[in-house]
């Protein structure tokens, strides 16, 4: 199970949005095994006054948070992000100086869904990857 939180400021983020949800899924696919039609994006746009963000940073900087049962290897978060920075830059145009991952995990037994637990679930793709 991934789910990913995409925060930014609205105007410039809105304009990205289908595009960048794109890439984003391309990379978790690739590098988590996930199926093709298992997207779980959110988009969350502030107003500039409400984001602040670190020195050198553009309008455009985007946060980027996958959260997903644990179980991954390190090697295979670490494809995850650079896949995201490499694509990311490379399809959307932005600067890696403007994009920041974090992933953040926790056991099954903490997620929930279709009424089980994530450790009482059947999933179609692997999670030890």
């Not at 995850?80 to 920041?100: H, P, Y």
Request: with cysteine; proline share 5%; charged share 25%.
């Amino acid at each position: 199970m991934s789910q990913v939180k995409i925060y930014g400021v609205k105007e410039p983020l809105r304009a990205i949005r289908d595009r960048l949800s794109d890439v984003i899924h391309a990379c978790v696919v690739e590098a988590l095994h996930f199926p093709p039609n298992k997207r779980a994006h959110r988009f969350l746009y502030l107003e500039a006054e409400d984001f602040f963000m670190p020195e050198g940073r553009s309008e455009k900087y985007v946060i980027i948070e996958v959260l997903m049962m644990e179980g991954r290897t390190v090697e295979t978060k670490k494809k995850l992000i650079n896949l995201l920075f490499e694509r990311i830059s490379a399809q959307i145009g932005l600067s890696v100086n403007d994009i920041e991952i974090c992933i953040l995990e926790s056991p099954a037994h903490n997620w929930g869904f279709r009424g089980k637990t994530g450790d009482e679930a059947s999933l179609t793709y692997p999670i030890n990857v």
